[in-house]
């Protein structure tokens, strides 16, 4: 198997709000260099908070990022 050097990753994270509310679930994403991504969804889909997540604004979540 080869060995990737990731620009980025993250495994099993996952988000809830308040009350229980679940944002998301077991998320796992990895980036290679040079790659675009795009992250598309419906209004309250999680799209922003995941961003955060990514930008290490939000530390409130369970997983590796």
């Given at each position: 198997m080869?060995?990737y050097?990731y620009?980025?990753h993250?495994?099993?994270?996952s988000?809830?709000?308040?009350?229980?509310k679940k944002c998301?679930?077991?998320?796992?994403?990895?980036?290679?260099?040079?790659?675009?991504?795009g992250?598309?969804g419906?209004?309250?889909?999680g799209?922003?908070?995941?961003?955060?997540?990514m930008?290490?604004q939000?530390?409130d979540?369970t997983?590796?990022a």
């Open positions: 080869a060995a050097q620009v980025y993250m495994d099993g994270v988000k809830s709000y308040p009350g229980g998301f679930e077991n998320i796992r994403l990895s980036f290679l260099p040079g790659v675009k991504i992250v598309v419906v209004n309250g889909s799209k922003s908070t995941l961003m955060r997540i930008a290490g939000d530390k979540f997983g590796e």
